[in-house]
């Protein structure tokens, strides 16, 4: 029992870490492309390094911070021509992610992203901006384990998630983005999987990726 305390403790402690973090990073009180020192972290924040380190491993599955190839941990910031690249190679595999689905998805995966599409519809309307881009990415990881394929789910994670990290700080920052729009301009990817029709699918992700190359769109 005193072990299983501990743990528990021990995964509140992190969580908390990760919220204060967070919300720094939402705030802009930690700045696009700042360096994040673990030890500093942890003292500016009374907590243990286990803890703080923990805590930055789960932000940055989330894509709000970063490592880079010389193991240094920044607030996540991508250059225009970052994303450009990013969703030039997202838009090869997440096509082909989609089609997949829409071929294997069963009933629990339909009524699975058909809850979560839900979740986005009602964050959305709440016009909670960061939430909503959570939201999205969690329905678009759904997608991706549809296919039934690690190797694919993988890779879309590794490029995809900074690009939503990303989204996130911008968005959470934005006036005037309509939310709700864009979480209804995935119903045409929804349906095409529910009937599961990959042509179809392929070309709503089509439509989909037209629109994000739009000028002036700043989501995703």
């Known amino acids: 029992m005193p072990l299983a305390s501990s743990k528990l403790v021990q995964a509140t402690l992190r969580q908390q870490i990760v919220t204060q973090i967070r919300d720094a990073i939402l705030n802009r009180s ?3 492309g700042e360096r ?7 003292a500016q924040l009374g907590t243990s390094l286990t803890a703080t380190r923990e805590a930055l491993i789960q932000l940055e599955t989330e894509g709000l911070i970063t490592k880079r190839p010389n193991a240094t941990t920044h607030v996540t910031q991508l250059s225009l021509e970052e994303v450009a690249q990013i969703f030039a190679v997202r838009r090869v595999l997440e096509r082909y992610a989609f089609e997949e689905a829409a071929r294997l998805a069963d009933r629990p995966v339909n009524m699975r992203l058909k809850t979560l599409h839900h979740r ?3 964050i959305a309307r709440a016009n909670d901006g960061a939430a909503y881009v959570a939201a999205d990415l969690d329905w678009h990881m759904a997608v991706w384990e549809a296919t039934q394929n690690s190797y694919l789910t993988e890779s879309l994670r590794r490029l995809v998630v900074p690009l ?17 729009k864009d979480a209804l301009s ?4 929804l349906r095409a999987i529910r009937a599961n029709d990959p042509v179809a699918a392929g070309k709503a ?8 190359m739009q000028p002036g769109r700043s989501d995703y």
């Not at 939503?164 to 709700?180: K, R």
């Open 164 to 180: 939503f990290g990303f989204s996130s700080i911008e968005v959470a920052t934005q006036h005037g983005f309509d939310l709700e």
């Open 36 to 42: 994040l020192v673990e030890r500093e972290l942890a």
């Open 120 to 122: 986005c519809l009602e």
């Open 186 to 189: 995935h119903a045409a990817l």
């Open 205 to 212: 992700f089509d439509r989909f990726a037209r629109l994000w």
């Open 30 to 32: 930690l700045r696009p």
